[in-house]
């Protein structure tokens, strides 16, 4: 509808007021759009904008404002007047709408595209050079026409001349040709470096854009496989110049340091940078240069002295001080890497103390940080002036003495950066930061020289430099910041060598004896006569000055800093409190004497009101274990943490009692009672409590037996009922294995209670020696010690079994199999034996089976015969190819421990694999394209191994690998069946590579705890809505499981759904272990009857994320910390075993 006019009283305005937000509706074509007018008119001079400033406006019946041109992309065009972004679809159709409406910056955002680009600048232009093209073109279409009479096709013959030197060879190619027919049309020559192809594409492009079809009749020749690297310079070099103003060249430079540059591409990419930051007027420009410089600096390979000259002349000349902070930064990242060169390094202190003097705090700071780094305590400035506060001309001076003068500076940033530069005494400066690094140089100098004797402050007395560091860090506890506080508590921890009384005396705010030195009468007779004062006159023959001498006045250790960890864990901050407790626990490692006297104060915080305290301080006690005992009032404090909310408390108590030792039979009367109750509150906490249980046992054998009549309910003259089958058994059962005289006093029931928990719950109980009890063959062989037999001789039956296989040459040999096969058997069963070495077994016996696989596909009698009659043949072989890269990956990502040389071995192994896959592809396959496509892939993954395993190419003598390699050049530019060919033949020559084990390999395993599977009992809900599984699972060995570990779920139809834990669901209980407690939501429409689901867990892996530390370019850090994306995944391994769960989804009720 048109516009309202406003209307005055009475009289009509001669003109429409429009508000710029007034809403307006389109109609181009019969497509309706909605837009503000302040949109439309965004720019001016537009043909749009025109259409609503004229007096004339078309509209159509409903009112809407009418374009009579077809509306399909007008939307691009309104997307682009609302937002400016450039699309990225119908480029071509978007270009000519912009075209239409005259929007200029459209069409030129448009034309800068790489699509336009290549057309309107690179074909076009090489089309205006060649003569006549749109002439003979148009011959072209009309002699085809005319031919093609009661055909489908036309044959035209074009002669396409490139240079002068082809007009003479132009006949004798057309009488070649054997035809009697003459050239249409003669392209050329030409002055462009496009090949004669290059204009065949182009007639071949403008013809189809008549509509017709051009088919070229000359063989196509072989595709050349070439590999080429862009060279980085020349890209930036092209971006920078197209920049037409500084905030463009700023996003080209953010967009290049998102890019790797070779070391080989560094130089000329400096080179490049140094040029546009001599034109560069925009101070943001040349900060982000000076950044890239410095980032290039680090590339590894690249040796940055060729450019220390140009940083010096750029810093010589910069006015600005951001910039001139960024080059200082820059020189500093040279520096550290030119260790050696002594002459640059001088240079660059030198140029540092030159700009000492600057105003600005962040050149001041940055010349204090590279003479802290660079400078050296043994060798003096080489300057005779300095540049410190109030420059004057001074003497030769060190980097200390230099330094040093700027701990009073005005700006305490630039007191930071000093003290950073080198300790300082500054631990009560007013500013936080200046308290924090003075805190953190003071400990690393008493790590440093720990012997070190430091005077002690107005006195004669000397001590130890770390224990004199250590009291002034205790006194840093009480700092008046929490940030300090904290510091100052983890750094305390981490001071093991610090004398006992010192350490003692961080738990009592008094001052002890042993850390106050007393005068003696001598030597305050001697102050007392060199003090030189008259009598007071107040006491007869008070001839001498007496000053009232305090005897406590020499201390040892400042009486502020007594009780630092009593202060420390009754902080009013959770995070100092955590620290404390982490100190503390540290320290107690490595003194037992201070363990037992710091037991009643973590056994205090078991009260914090702060969850993760309290479950800190568990984990500690559970640390310290080895070196305390529990007393019955400790352990009652102890134990009332067990009636926490909180499961991963409860948890970690448990724990915690598996490994602490306790005093008397009463503590294990009262544990026991407090677990029971605690399995009846929380019956989900049962094997939890069940271990505790165990190992509560196993640690007090000499405790339990007084009590056991008790706890089995046993009389000794009297015949008691029996009992039911209940917790109590776990404990004396692991305690009986370590008392032989406890079995006597077990009665009939509690043998066949043994014998039934024995076998149900093998885990917990253990095996017994019971007296007049027949011994099962399992149990004859595990007890003696047949069955687990020692470590050292299961290492050697490994080692042996693998010297064994080695000795193969070839696998073909007869027998060869069979041995494979038996020593996969029997590696397998020593993983089940001997759990120490179930990571190597496991690991040997997968790689030899991807060895058997593959060497049962490459049998002589699959590939002699014709394609058409081997396809059962060639399913076998595509089946065992899938499997041994299945395997390969197991290998790579499932175990843990693994040296470089056993990753190379997994690669080799799995491109012997993709080379398989590939033969049978081309045997199986029709159409070279495919095959083209997957040699090129191939080639590649080749390279990458060449570039990832340099070093390690010595060990794969005669291998597959290596033979690749050897003929890369000739493999480069076959054809892709002699390529396919020549794979075949070097996987059959190839040489068995040996396996070398590392020290240690751990298999990652995950075994779900809940839910059991063993429940009959549907979980029921409505159809449409969800419902909640726990799932609780115990991982081991796994590296980072918060990204890697995913949870599937697989229903009866064959849905397939995979979720993703929160990171807050896991929790690291102990050393390489995850428990992973998390809630998975399930949902399904109604079914007629239960049914099972399946639960597993699932290990996500990424040949992008390889466990082998790649190196890469340093400048180019800062783009590694950010998080994997989910497309980055490319495939899952199974990690634990399913669990099927019956549940039962019920029609909604209507």
Request: net charge neutral; charged share 25%; proline share 5%.
């Amino acid at each position: 509808m048109s516009l309202p006019d406003y209307k005055s009283p009475g009289k009509q305005s001669s003109a429409p007021v429009q508000s710029k937000s007034q809403v307006v509706q389109l109609n181009i074509g019969g497509h309706v759009f909605s837009t503000t007018l302040g949109t439309i008119r965004k720019f001016p001079n537009s043909t749009l904008a025109d259409l609503f400033n004229g007096s004339t406006k078309r509209l159509d019946s409903e009112g809407r404002y009418f374009v009579d041109r077809d509306g399909t992309h007008f939307a691009y065009i309104l997307e682009y007047l609302r937002t400016e972004k450039v699309p990225t679809d119908h480029l071509q159709e978007v270009h000519k709408e912009a075209l239409y409406y005259d929007i200029k910056p459209l069409v030129k955002a448009i034309e800068e595209r790489p699509q336009f680009f290549g057309e309107t600048v690179g074909r076009q232009q090489f089309l205006a050079r060649v003569p006549n093209y749109r002439e003979n073109l148009e011959v072209i279409v009309r002699v085809a026409r005319a031919e093609a009479i009661a055909s489908r096709y036309s044959n035209i013959i074009v002669c396409v001349v490139r240079t002068e030197d082809d007009l003479a060879r132009y006949n004798d190619a057309i009488d070649s040709l054997g035809t009697p027919k003459e050239s249409v049309v003669s392209f050329g020559p030409w002055k462009a470096p496009a090949s004669v192809n290059d204009l065949l594409d182009c007639v071949k492009i403008d013809i189809e854009a008549k509509g017709y079809k051009q088919v070229s009749l000359e063989e196509i020749p072989t595709k050349k496989l070439r590999l080429t690297k862009p060279s980085k310079s020349a890209a930036l070099h092209i971006d920078l110049c197209k920049a037409s103003n500084p905030t463009d060249a700023l996003q080209y430079l953010l967009s290049f340091a998102r890019k790797p540059v070779e070391a080989e591409s560094v130089e000329g990419v400096v080179r490049i940078l140094l040029e546009h930051y001599y034109k560069e007027s925009d101070n943001s420009v040349r900060l982000k240069i000076a950044s890239l410089l410095g980032l290039l600096s680090k590339t590894q390979g690249f040796v940055p002295d060729c450019i220390v000259d140009d940083a010096i002349n750029t810093l010589n000349n910069e006015k600005s001080h951001q910039v001139l902070a960024q080059l200082l930064d820059t020189l500093l990242i040279i520096g550290t890497q030119l260790p050696d060169k002594i002459a640059v390094i001088q240079r660059l202190i030198d140029v540092a103390c030159k700009h000492l003097s600057s105003t600005y705090f962040g050149v001041r700071n940055k010349c204090l940080q590279l003479l802290g780094c660079l400078g050296t305590v043994d060798k003096p400035l080489s300057k005779e002036t300095d540049a410190g506060p109030g420059a004057q001309t001074s003497p030769v001076r060190d980097v200390q003495s230099l330094i040093s003068d700027y701990f009073q500076d005005q700006d305490p940033r630039v007191r930071t950066a000093a003290i950073k530069a080198m300790a300082c005494k500054l631990l009560s400066d007013d500013y936080e930061q200046v308290r924090s690094a003075a805190v953190q140089m003071v400990w690393v100098l008493s790590q440093l020289y720990p012997e070190s004797i430091v005077p002690i402050p107005s006195s004669n007395e000397e001590i130890r430099l770390v224990d004199d560091s250590f009291g002034k860090i205790c006194h840093m506890v009480s700092d008046g910041s929490w940030v300090v506080r904290v510091q100052a508590a983890k750094l305390l921890g981490s001071m093991h060598q610090v004398s006992p009384h010192f350490l003692e005396q961080t738990l009592d705010k008094k001052l002890m004896s042993d850390l106050r030195r007393k005068r003696t009468a001598h030597e305050r007779a001697k102050e007392l006569y060199a003090s030189g004062e008259f009598s007071s006159g107040r006491r007869w023959a008070d001839d001498a000055p007496k000053e009232k001498v305090d005897t406590t006045g020499v201390n040892l250790i400042d009486s502020g800093a007594c009780g630092a960890f009593v202060h420390g864990l009754e902080d009013e901050m959770y995070e100092v409190r955590i620290a404390a407790v982490e100190a503390l626990c540290s320290l107690a490692q490595s003194s037992p004497s201070f363990a037992e006297k710091c037991l009643d104060f973590l056994v205090d915080m078991f009260n914090d009101e702060i969850e993760e305290v309290r479950l800190q301080s568990i984990h500690v006690l559970r640390q310290i274990s080895t070196h305390i005992t529990l007393r019955e009032d400790q352990l009652d404090t102890v134990l009332a943490v067990l009636e926490d909310s909180s499961r991963d408390i409860r948890e970690a108590l448990h724990e915690l009692l598996c490994y602490t030792n306790v005093s008397t039979k009463e503590c294990i009367q009262l544990a026991l009672l407090e677990l029971l109750k605690n399995l009846t509150k929380y019956p989900t906490d049962r094997n939890s409590v069940w271990k505790c249980l165990k190992f509560l046992g196993a640690r007090h054998p000499t405790l339990v037996l007084p009590i056991v009549p008790e706890l089995l309910s046993t009389h000794p003259y009297f015949d008691t009922p029996e009992p039911d089958m209940d917790d109590p058994a776990f404990l004396v059962f692991n305690a009986a294995k370590s008392c032989p005289t406890m079995p006597a006093l077990f009665s009939d029931h509690t043998f066949r209670h043994y014998a039934y928990l024995r076998d149900s719950l093998s885990h917990l109980v253990p095996h017994l020696r019971l007296p007049g009890r027949k011994q099962t063959a399992s149990s004859g062989l595990e007890a003696s010690g047949v069955g687990s037999g020692s470590l050292d001789s299961a290492q050697n039956f490994l080692q042996d079994s693998l010297i064994r296989v080695s000795a193969l040459q070839n696998l073909e040999t007869p027998g060869a199999q069979d041995l494979l096969e038996f020593t996969i058997r029997d590696l397998q069963r020593l993983g089940e034996l001997q759990t120490e070495l179930a990571g190597s077994a496991d690991f040997c016996a997968t790689y030899l089976r991807c060895q058997l696989l593959l060497t049962k596909a490459l049998q002589e009698k699959l590939w002699t015969m014709a394609v058409p009659l081997c396809l059962k043949q060639n399913a076998k072989v595509s089946t065992a190819a899938r499997q041994i890269l299945d395997e390969t990956y197991k290998l790579e990502f499932l175990y843990s421990g693994l040296e470089t040389q056993q990753i190379a071995t997994i690669h080799n192994v799995r491109l012997q694999a993709k080379a398989l896959q590939l033969i049978l592809t081309a045997r199986s396959k029709r159409g070279v394209d495919r095959v083209i496509g997957i040699c090129e892939k191939f080639l590649q993954d080749v390279e990458s191994f060449q570039r990832l395993f340099m070093t390690e190419l010595p060990h794969f003598q005669d291998s597959f690998v290596e033979k690749l390699l050897e003929l890369m050049p000739r493999l480069t530019s076959c054809k892709p069946l002699d390529l396919v060919k020549i794979f075949q033949t070097t996987l059959r020559q190839s040489r068995f590579i040996h396996l070398k084990l590392p020290e240690q390999i751990h298999r990652a395993s995950a075994t779900i705890i809940e839910p059991t599977g063993e429940s009959d009992n549907p979980l029921r809900f409505t159809s449409g809505l969800v419902v909640a599984l726990d799932i609780d699972a115990t991982l081991e060995h796994i590296q980072d499981p918060q990204t890697t570990v995913k949870v599937q779920v697989l229903y009866p139809d064959g849905q397939s759904h995979i979720i993703h834990p929160k990171p807050g669901d896991f929790r690291t209980p102990g050393p390489r272990r995850v428990r992973l407690i998390t809630q998975v939501y399930l949902s399904h429409s109604a079914w007629t009857e239960p049914c099972q689901i399946e639960v597993r867990l699932l290990l996500a892996y990424s040949t992008s994320s390889c466990k082998l530390s790649v190196s890469k370019p340093a400048w180019n850090e800062s783009m590694d910390g950010l998080p994997t994306s989910e497309s980055s995944i490319e495939g899952t391994i199974h990690l634990s075993k399913p669990v099927k769960v019956f549940i039962m989804p019920k029609p909604a009720r209507r």
